[in-house]
């Protein structure tokens, strides 16, 4: 069950973390303004924790550099404006704890609390996070590092709002700016099927998606594309076992690579069967995370443990290999093209549905905290853009403090779709 509070709500924190997504400016507007409506003052951090996390090291807080107060003024047309106006970084000040028994170390805690207490220097009596499942992490460890403090200690309720071109978010069926990310892929996708058309070539475009495959399959519906790949079809042929230390055994699943690259081929000879020569392909990023090992020896790790994906190029490795086996396999030559795209669609005009679902989620946060009362809960949409509030502890796994991603479900009806309108491939 979510925590209560029984604060009289008058100074606001809102903080933006992670990368952009279309309609962040809805979801931080609409929650700002909620509150200047009663009265209440409210403090836009900005560029995320990156200033929190140093707070008693760098002094204090300084308005107009580390935050803003948001005025009616301020929010003028801003809620279907591009952008993050408060910033954001990937700054994570919970990186360090990782277990319920770290909140009692004072090493392991020290940027939770000086995050801590940069906020109680503005005496803000709620806290609005906004962002990703990195983000949500984070959100929880500031919510039970209070939990460890004295009685008489400044308590603030902590509400937060999930964020992710990705979708991959557990607790919501969409999240805000995923369909307008969609639809700026998609266009791209469109035009190359028209470039590749002229030339009788290939595009492999590699979408943003970490984790899941939500971008990369809605791209590639909309925008028409000829396959798509993500990380939910590294399974059954797609995958083999690696074996990454010998003494004992341990292993990971990574893609069967030969096979990925042959599947490829086999729609591609599909195709020219049909007369088509050319098309597209999309597969998410995250696959890079299946690469057998020798494609990641010495690629970086960010604060999250997640590989450095960009320095992989994993559009223009995949690219190179498939041009090479279709040679191999027909003795012909078919250019292919390794594109990555996503960032192009992280401050898009947001759509109309963006902009309404970022706004009630905005809304949301308000109604959490002063109608509901509530603390520790992320706020959900569903239905007739129906709020409901989930308390963390169904989000984040008590022990190890992590998040749960919410994967394209295998033969679900909407993995289902992109196969049948893809070109079919006998598998």
Same mark, same amino acid.
């Given at each position: 069950m979510p925590d209560h509070h029984e604060l009289d709500i008058k100074r606001v924190a809102i903080l933006f973390a992670g990368g952009p997504a279309p309609a962040a400016n809805a979801v931080i507007s609409t929650a700002a303004f909620s509150f200047l409506e009663e009265g209440a003052q409210v403090f836009g951090i900005k560029h995320g924790y990156s200033r929190l996390a140093e707070y008693t090291s760098a002094g204090p807080l300084v308005e107009g550099e580390d935050y803003i107060r948001f005025t009616h003024d301020s929010l003028v047309h801003a809620r279907s404006s591009r952008g993050i106006m408060i910033g954001t970084a990937r700054t994570n000040p919970g990186k360090h704890v990782s277990s319920p028994d770290h909140l009692n170390d004072a090493e392991l805690?020290?940027?939770?609390?000086?995050?801590?207490?940069?906020?109680?220097?503005? =005496?803000?009596?709620?806290?609005?996070?906004?962002?990703?499942?990195?983000?949500?992490?984070?959100?929880?460890?500031?919510?039970?590092?209070?939990?460890?403090?004295?009685?008489?200690?400044?308590?603030? /309720?902590?509400?937060?709002?999930?964020?992710?071109?990705?979708?991959?978010?557990s607790g919501i069926d969409f999240t805000f700016g995923f369909f307008t990310a969609v639809e700026t892929l998609a266009e791209e996708i469109r035009n190359l099927n028209y470039d590749a058309a002229a030339g009788r070539s290939y595009f492999l475009c590699e979408a943003m998606g970490r984790s899941a495959g939500w971008l990369s399959y809605g791209a590639a519906i909309a925008g028409e594309a000829s396959m798509v790949l993500s990380v939910e079809d590294v399974v059954g042929s797609l995958a083999e076992e690696e074996v990454v230390n010998q003494e004992t055994g341990e292993t990971r699943k990574v893609m069967a690579m030969d096979r990925v690259i042959d599947r490829m081929v086999d729609m591609?000879?599909?195709? =020219?069967?049909?007369?088509?020569?050319?098309?597209?392909?999309?597969?998410?990023?995250?696959?890079?995370?299946?690469?057998?090992?020798?494609?990641?020896?010495?690629?970086?790790?960010?604060?999250?443990?997640?590989?450095?994906?960009?320095?992989?190029?994993?559009?223009?490795?995949?690219?190179?290999?498939?041009?090479?086996?279709?040679?191999?396999?027909?003795?012909?030559?078919?250019?292919?093209?390794?594109?990555?795209?996503?960032?192009?669609?992280?401050?898009?005009? /947001?759509?109309?549905?963006?902009?309404?679902?970022?706004?009630?989620?905005?809304?949301?946060?308000?109604?959490?905290?002063? =109608?509901?009362?509530?603390?520790?809960?992320?706020?959900?949409?569903?239905?007739?853009?129906?709020?409901?509030?989930?308390?963390? =502890?169904?989000?984040?796994?008590?022990?190890?403090?992590?998040?749960?991603?919410?994967?394209?479900? /295998?033969?679900?009806?909407?993995?289902?779709?992109?196969?049948?309108?893809?070109?079919?491939?006998?598998?």
């Open positions: 805690v020290a940027p939770l609390r000086r995050v801590y207490e940069g906020l109680c220097s503005l =005496e803000v009596d709620a806290l609005i996070s906004i962002g990703g499942d990195d983000t949500l992490k984070t959100a929880n460890k500031i919510k039970l590092y209070q939990d460890t403090l004295p009685s008489d200690a400044r308590r603030f /309720p902590v509400i937060h709002l999930p964020k992710t071109i990705d979708n991959d978010y591609m000879l599909a195709r =020219e069967r049909e007369g088509r020569p050319s098309g597209t392909i999309v597969l998410a990023e995250g696959m890079a995370e299946y690469l057998p090992s020798k494609y990641l020896e010495g690629v970086s790790r960010d604060d999250h443990g997640h590989i450095n994906i960009s320095s992989i190029n994993l559009s223009a490795l995949i690219a190179k290999m498939l041009s090479e086996r279709y040679t191999d396999r027909t003795g012909r030559t078919r250019k292919v093209n390794g594109l990555q795209l996503g960032y192009e669609s992280r401050c898009a005009p /947001p759509h109309a549905y963006d902009v309404m679902l970022g706004s009630q989620l905005g809304v949301g946060a308000y109604r959490a905290l002063v =109608e509901e009362k509530l603390n520790g809960v992320m706020v959900s949409v569903s239905g007739q853009l129906d709020l409901h509030y989930v308390p963390f =502890e169904e989000l984040v796994d008590p022990e190890t403090l992590v998040t749960k991603v919410r994967f394209i479900e /295998p033969n679900s009806d909407f993995h289902r779709l992109a196969r049948f309108l893809e070109t079919c491939v006998d598998s």
